[in-house]
T-cell receptor, first 114, second 117 residues
Framework: AQSVTQPDIHITVSEGASLELRCNYS??????LFWYVQSPGQGLQLLLK??????LVQGIKGFEAEFKRSQSSFNLRKPSVHWSDAAEYFC????????????FGTGTRLTIIP | DAGVIQSPRHEVTEMGQEVTLRCKPI?????LFWYRQTMMRGLELLIY????????DSGMPEDRFSAKMPNASFSTLKIQPSEPRDSAVYFC???????????????FGPGTRLTVL
């Protein structure tokens, strides 16, 4: 069964500092990987996704993520955070064939301090 | 495009009452998903439909929960009778069927916050 672990429940970063959110997955083959962001009171918005090819994926709002098969990781990064990046971030893994399910991690809440 | 539309946005009800949550997916999308989000369990998939047909309902917690999709533009999630432990945010999401597996983006609605007293 597929699973996702986001080891950091809450991260606080100063505005302008760099950010890395961790995500580890468990899946029997090459997975499809996603990062979503949820602002308070809102639904989830896709930041970026990885299916195949280049392991460094660019997303919206200046975010990127790198797929590392050897570490079963898909960490999300941003070189310089803005106050508007404060939100909850979810990593998700999906199956390659035959199953439309996405399995989400428990999320990382990001707080930005001035 | 209006995106995925859910109603109501907030629902407060008393234990034992019937609750119906509604979802209108993005036009042209073939898949519709119902999720539940709680602090304790995070985001869980309850059920999903393909072309109005339920494909996987293994996440539906118990018989008190039922979901229908009578046509391509409307789905309901019903809880009868409701219990306090059903309090959560319920999300609907939809996606197109242009790829295989989970290749295509799921677009989420704003959610319905349900409180059962």
């Amino acid at each position: 069964a597929q699973s996702v672990t986001q080891p950091d429940i809450h991260i606080t970063v100063s505005e302008g500092a760099s950010l890395e959110l961790r995500c580890n997955y468990s899946y029997g083959a090459t997975p499809y990987l996603f990062w979503y962001v949820q602002s308070p009171g809102q639904g989830l918005q896709l930041l970026l996704k990885y299916f195949s090819g280049d392991t460094l994926v660019q997303g919206i709002k200046g975010f990127e993520a790198e797929f590392k098969r050897s570490q079963s990781s898909f960490n999300l990064r941003k070189p310089s955070v803005h106050w508007s990046d404060a939100a909850e971030y979810f990593c998700a893994v999906g199956a390659v064939f035959g199953n439309e399910k996405l399995t989400f991690g428990t999320g990382t809440r990001l707080t930005i301090i001035p | 495009d209006a995106g995925v539309i859910q109603s109501p946005r907030h629902e407060v009800t008393e234990m034992g009452q019937e609750v119906t949550l509604r979802c209108k997916p993005i036009s042209g999308h073939d898949y519709l998903f119902w999720y539940r989000q709680t602090m304790m369990r995070g985001l869980e998939l309850l059920i999903y439909f393909n072309n109005n047909v339920p494909i996987d309902d293994s996440g539906m917690p118990e018989d008190r929960f039922s979901a229908k999709m009578p046509n391509a533009s409307f789905s309901t999630l019903k809880i009868q009778p409701s219990e306090p432990r059903d309090s959560a945010v319920y999300f609907c999401a939809s996606k197109a069927a242009t790829g295989t597996g989970s290749t295509d983006t799921q677009y989420f609605g704003p959610g319905t916050r349900l409180t059962v007293l």
